[in-house]
């Protein structure tokens, strides 16, 4: 199993101009909550990683590390 590379989370928000509080909000939950997931002190729930990849048109396999391609797969 491969760890989710948290750094990306945090990565992700800065290069789309979001704070912690903005995307705690999309999310449905505290900044603090948010805030654990980017550090790697609490674990990500898998449908609000879905969400983070839909926010920031990334695929999931680039947020937990798998690939270093961003880009969503191509719908069908």
């Keep these: 199993m491969h760890i989710l590379h948290f750094q ?3 990565d992700l928000r ?3 101009d979001k704070t912690q509080s903005e995307v705690a909000d ?4 505290q900044r603090e909550v948010y805030r654990r997931y980017e ?23 680039y947020m937990v590390g798998l690939t270093d391609i961003k880009r969503p797969y191509p719908r069908k």
Excluded: A, F, W
């Design 39 to 61: 550090k790697g002190t609490r674990q990500i729930p898998i449908d609000l990683l879905m969400k983070l990849s839909t926010l920031y048109e990334v695929n999931l396999d």
């Design 8 to 10: 990306r989370l945090e």
């Design 14 to 16: 800065i290069d789309h």
């Design 26 to 29: 999309y999310l449905g939950c």
